[in-house]
């Protein structure tokens, strides 16, 4: 697998990134929220002693206990997307075991027992089901998984009973924001029982244009099932917006070019940017960058960009306590020294 | 005489030009609005043997005759401050000899006969006088001016009548403006007989920050007490603003430099650029070098955006009859290519 920050493929444009998660639980324990810290940490050693049988997985894993980390390095694991918010707030009974290329993290003690997931560059679902699928394997190899023969996976929350998958993909929307296409494409969705989401999950915010599509149901359909009804969805939705790029691009030429290189421009130069119209210029010369007219930026520094600008975390425990005006100063800096370095 | 548009001397940063106008006319013979085209020309040839009487004249000056060039030139003469919008006007019998500098002017058939002009760069209004006393006294040996012995000299407006003399300077204000005393100024101006207007005089808009203060009363004060009262209100006026830049960028330090380094970013690359917020942008980036803040931009470009962008007449004749998103299309190019080049 490919992470998605990395990632330069120009066949990915549109999608930024494809995750699996597959909820899974101890059988006759507690869930996680019913823990204390000694309970907590019990299984996390339990899920390590599964997941690190074979050296292979020695060699390329490491488990990260939040518990003994700073919050600022832990909160650069949450907007790389390496954990969830919900760990994020069990760090006293919360680890993760992630991979070198940080494609893949298995969650200890979040929502659930064991949260496996699995984040690979463009729009390859399958890839990282099969991924994440011989991860479940070995760890259901030797750990006694709550299961029922009727019901599937059981999990914290009913909604994730039964496979305990949920897929997504990450991926840019500007034009079909740009014509107030997205609101009736966000109801379509919720229909065929998908949902879509800001950059950062359930109710977090939409940022620079950056939408995450998911299914809502894990129960009643197998696991290729939902990623191909997923697929199916997403294929659709990129042929909206590739039909609302030529459309704006065809009545708007200058106007959109112009829009993308005063981001580019401003980026550049600005002294102060508050994050959320840093994250809308980034949208725009994304949009550049994936339409070939700005070829001096790659995908990649655009990736990096979005996480640390979403952040502000430029200098971990450096920013704590910082004013706005301070964020705004060091974040119009970095994005200034990352564009113009190159 | 220095031509304010190539002047990049620091010392003139807040004034660009002084203007020194003196209205003259032909005794007994009727104001220009009352010639027909035969009279009038009869009045340029009048004017021209006056004048070029010396070799030294006819070595540095060129008459231009309206009538001859097309509408396109006369307006880049009019938008480097050169002739009035009243020449422009009267196309059909008006003249004007220039000077190789483009510092001099003498217009013929304006409002009045003969209207003698010099600008200079920065704040040398004395300067800008004694030259067109100069011209006036060659003019004077060898035409028979309308003059009264009480009321001094005959002009078309009763406003102009004494010394037909308007004294202006051109002078940047960002600071003012930008901390909304700029109102209280206009008011104090006209309060002491002088007055404020735009970029392009009378009536005109005032655009990026740029004024025009002159004297109202050319009657009943001599030459030098008139230019002595300017000077000592734009002296004022330039201390307003000085202290005014101490105090916005002492209380508003980034917030100034994110507005500058911002208006040059988009200058450096926006597609389209409409007139106003193109000589909004230019005001910023001319407080950045004037205050230090810039250095890779002089002032010589700035002056040259300045006309070059308020006449849209990049390429003359070509842009007649353009569209406005054209006209934006191509000011942003001329803006853009103008900048990176150097």
Same mark, same amino acid.
């Given at each position: 697998m490919e992470n998605w920050i990395n990632s330069n493929r120009t066949e990915n444009k549109l999608?930024?990134?494809?995750?699996?998660?597959?909820?899974?639980?101890?059988?006759?324990?507690?869930?996680?929220?019913?823990?204390?810290?000694?309970?907590?940490?019990?299984?996390?050693? @339990?899920?390590?002693?599964a997941f690190y049988k074979s050296q292979i997985m020695k060699d390329k894993f490491t488990t990260k206990y939040l518990w003994e980390s700073d919050p600022a390095s832990n909160r650069v694991f949450f907007d790389k997307h390496l954990i969830s918010k919900n760990l994020l707030d069990n760090s006293s009974k919360g680890a993760f075991i992630l991979d070198d290329d940080e494609t893949t993290s298995i969650m200890i003690n979040e929502e659930d027992h064991i949260r496996i997931q699995c984040i690979t560059a463009g729009f390859n679902l399958e890839g990282a089901y099969d991924y994440s699928d011989k991860i479940d394997d070995l760890l259901e190899q030797n750990l006694n998984y709550a299961f029922d023969e009727k019901l599937g996976y059981l999990t914290a929350c009913p909604t994730n009973i039964g496979t305990g998958l949920r897929a997504s993909v990450m991926i840019h929307l500007p034009a079909l924001s740009i014509s107030n296409k997205i609101a009736g494409i966000l109801n379509a969705i919720s229909q065929v029982g998908m949902t879509i989401r800001g950059l950062y999950g359930?109710?977090?915010?939409?940022y620079g244009n950056i939408y995450q599509i998911s299914n809502q149901i894990s129960l009643g359909l197998d696991e290729r099932e939902i990623i191909n009804n997923l697929s199916g969805v997403v294929n659709q939705i990129i042929n909206e917006e590739v039909i609302a790029r030529d459309t704006?691009?065809?009545?708007?030429?200058?106007?959109?070019?112009?829009?993308?290189?005063?981001?580019?421009?401003?980026?550049?130069?600005?002294?102060?940017?508050?994050?959320?119209?840093?994250?809308?210029?980034?949208?725009?010369?994304?949009?550049?960058v994936e339409m070939g007219i700005i070829k001096d930026v790659d995908l990649i520094?655009?990736?990096?960009?979005?996480?640390?600008?979403?952040?502000? @975390?430029?200098?971990?425990?450096?920013?704590?306590?910082s004013t706005e005006e301070k964020k705004s100063f060091d974040r119009a800096k970095m994005v200034r020294e990352t564009l113009i370095k190159k």
């Open positions: 999608v930024l990134s494809s995750r699996i998660r597959l909820a899974r639980n101890i059988g006759a324990v507690p869930f996680p929220h019913m823990l204390n810290e000694e309970k907590g940490k019990e299984i996390v050693n @339990l899920v390590e002693d359930e109710g977090s915010k939409i704006i691009f065809k009545t708007y030429k200058y106007n959109i070019e112009d829009r993308i290189y005063r981001a580019l421009g401003i980026l550049k130069s600005a002294v102060l940017l508050n994050s959320d119209e840093c994250l809308r210029f980034l949208s725009d010369v994304r949009l550049g520094m655009l990736n990096k960009l979005l996480v640390k600008t979403q952040c502000l @975390l430029i200098n971990d425990s450096k920013l704590q306590n």
